[in-house]
């Protein structure tokens, strides 16, 4: 597990606008619909299952993926599905590298490059993730906007030397395919927390990876905010529950 020594733990404040990736989620859910999408104009797909005989490279699926191999890997108190065979085969230093040309890679790509790619964790994990692992033409705007709302946390929180900011309370829990196909796959990803009154709050965030030089990629939301592809998840219908994670957790 990954965590700084001495940090705080936040348990989800309504302050906590850039708490973590689906953090972002998370704080919308807290906060309320300023800017966010609907779940209800998610963009849909003409898709087949997986596996369908003739679908080429270039026809969207919506995959079959068997989660047997998905263990579970603390990082700064965020719990994050991780398998031997769909990676990362590559956790040091903080970043989350090599995953398998497959939907399971793609999946828990989006998941661990995504949360990654957060201003909690400091430079040394965001820079080098958002640089390395994030493509897209908001790219830059992404890791300006980490960098700032860093800045200005550490400085008020009294964090030094561009430690993470604290742990949080924070699960990936669900996920629904929108489309994939060996080049590019969509999907919504909902992570869930501690609300007011010990309730769950729950919150989707849509992710888009790329097949790009031989690893997948994240592209970055929409003006570099995660809180651009947010939006309040009031129930699980319709999504795949990652093993152990429980529908009531």
Request: hydrophobic share 45%; with cysteine.
């Amino acid at each position: 597990m990954t965590g700084a020594p001495g940090a705080r733990r936040l348990i989800l404040p309504a302050a906590a606008v850039a708490a973590i990736l689906l953090g972002a989620g998370l704080a919308f859910a807290l906060t309320g619909p300023s800017a966010s999408r609907s779940p209800a104009t998610t963009a849909t797909a003409s898709a087949s299952p997986a596996g369908t005989a003739g679908s080429g490279q270039g026809q969207p699926q919506v995959p079959r993926v068997s989660l047997a191999s998905v263990r579970w890997s603390g990082f700064y108190g965020v719990e994050l599905p991780v398998s031997a065979q769909a990676g990362p085969y590559d956790s040091s230093g903080g970043v989350a590298a090599g995953f398998a040309h497959t939907p399971l890679g793609a999946l828990l790509a989006a998941v661990n490059i995504g949360v990654r790619a957060n201003a909690q964790w400091g430079p040394r994990i965001f820079g080098t993730v958002i640089r390395g692992q994030v493509t897209g033409p908001d790219a830059a705007a992404l890791l300006a906007g980490c960098q700032a709302a860093y800045d200005q946390a550490a400085q008020s929180g009294g964090v030094t030397g561009g430690q993470p900011l604290g742990t949080v309370d924070v699960t990936e829990q669900a996920f629904r395919w929108i489309t994939y196909t060996p080049a590019a796959a969509i999907l919504d990803l909902v992570s869930a927390g501690p609300g007011a009154g010990g309730a769950t709050v729950r919150a989707s965030v849509q992710m888009e990876v790329v097949w790009d030089g031989g690893e997948w990629k994240v592209v970055a939301p929409p003006g570099g905010d995660w809180g651009n592809s947010a939006a309040e998840l009031p129930s699980l219908a319709g999504y795949t529950v990652f093993p152990g994670q429980g529908g009531g957790h």
